[in-house]
């Protein structure tokens, strides 16, 4: 039962402190999404990759966030340093599309709730 | 202190009624729509989509209507169940991206 894995599932920091968050795309998909997602903003694209290169990451606060993919099995999200604002659920997403832009549907992982004090 | 954040339409159906959620998109140009379901501490998870050639597609128990004169989705589902109870997200994209809607909360009263 192929799945997008993410850890950690939970992750309790403080103001300043560097937080990786990791994600493990399906096998076989070619494009990876990281999503955040709170009460005031909703659903938000933040970044996403296709085999590998970023192709728009113009959601992400480029000060702080990085977003790369090191192989094709893992994406990683990090916020250097972090603040409380940055509380949310981050979700990472994969999907495969085809060279015509004809596309199969998005898998979720479960997220990866972060709280920054 | 009061808690400030998105206000989510809520749409309250009885156990056994059908449910329709809608929902408006922005963009002309994408080629295809999504519904996602989310439950309380999971991801959103694909319900049907339906591309923008399409007004009308059909699969277990829901149906999604396009009408891209008013740039209208809607999702209904059919005899709604307490399993239903969620936020819906509709979903525009193209090219593998996909913009989310604000979401829908679905409660599935007995």
């Known amino acids: 039962d192929a799945r997008v894995t993410q850890t950690p599932r939970h992750k309790v920091t403080e103001m300043g402190q560097e937080v990786t968050m990791r994600c493990q795309p399906i096998?076989?998909?070619?494009?990876v999404f990281w999503y955040r997602q709170t009460m005031m903003q909703g659903l938000e694209l933040l970044a996403y990759?296709?085999?590998?290169?970023?192709?728009?990451d113009s959601g992400m606060p480029k000060d702080r966030f990085s977003a790369e993919m090191p192989d094709a099995t893992l994406a990683t999200l990090k916020i250097q340093p972090s603040e409380p604002r940055d509380s949310a659920v981050y979700f990472c997403?994969?999907?495969?599309?085809?060279?015509?832009?004809?596309?199969?549907?998005?898998?979720f992982g479960p997220g990866t709730r972060l709280t920054v004090l | 202190g009061e808690s400030v954040g998105l206000h989510l339409p809520t749409l309250s159906v009885q156990e056994g009624d059908n449910s329709i959620i809608n929902c408006a998109y922005s963009?002309?140009?994408?080629?295809?729509f999504i519904w996602y379901k989310q439950e309380s501490g999971k991801g959103p998870q694909f319900i049907i989509d339906i591309r923008s050639n399409m007004d009308k597609r059909q699969g277990q128990r829901v149906t999604v209507l396009l009408n891209k004169t008013v740039k209208h989705l809607s999702l209904q589902i059919a005899a709604t169940q307490p399993g239903d109870s969620a936020v819906y997200f509709c979903?525009?994209?193209?090219?593998?991206?996909?913009?989310f809607g604000a979401g829908t909360q679905v409660v599935v009263t007995p």
């Open positions: 963009n002309s140009a994408s080629d295809y």
């Open positions: 096998l076989g998909h070619n494009t």
């Open positions: 990759f296709r085999n590998r290169a970023p192709l728009d």
């Open positions: 979903a525009e994209g193209s090219w593998g991206k996909l913009q």
């Open positions: 997403a994969s999907g495969l599309v085809a060279v015509d832009g004809s596309y199969n549907e998005q898998f």
